[in-house]
Nanobody, 127 residues
Framework: QVHLAESGGGSVQAGGSLRLSCEASGFTASGYCMGWLRQVPGKEREGVASLDSDGSTNYAYNVKDRFIVSRDNAKNTLYLQMNSLKPEDTAMYYC?????????????????????WGQGTQVTVSS
């Protein structure tokens, strides 16, 4: 059973930084699409960044120059470095993953929906 566990959330002032971690376990598949998403109560969940098994990354337009997604394969951990945080970044942040035969299935219109989710970690940015 795939298990994802996020950590690293907290409260920070605008302009500050946080690093989120997502430790993954329970799978040996080499192909996957993996990412960070966030949600504010009453709003739709939005994708923030992704890092697939072939190293391809994508960012939402509103975080592209401030957030960096990375991973440590030895620790089976995905990270999200968040810099220059803004109050509008306040949300519950989730990591998620879907296992695929090959990372090419993560591209564009063929990217499948995530099937495994962590419990989330809250990020609050005050002005």
């Amino acid at each position: 059973q795939v298990h994802l566990a996020e950590s690293g959330g907290g409260s920070v002032q605008a302009g500050g930084s946080l690093r989120l971690s997502c430790e993954a376990s329970g799978f040996t598949a080499s192909g996957y699409c993996m990412g960070w998403l966030r949600q504010v109560p009453g709003k739709e969940r939005e994708g923030v960044a992704s890092l697939d098994s072939d190293g391809s990354t994508n960012y939402a337009y509103n975080v592209k120059d401030r957030f960096i997604v990375s991973r440590d394969n030895a620790k089976n951990t995905l990270y999200l470095q968040m810099n220059s945080l803004k109050p509008e970044d306040t949300a519950m942040y989730y990591c998620a993953i879907v296992l695929v035969p090959d990372a090419k299935y993560c591209r564009g219109g063929t990217r499948p929906e995530y099937t495994y989710w962590g419990q989330g970690t809250q990020v609050t940015v005050s002005s």
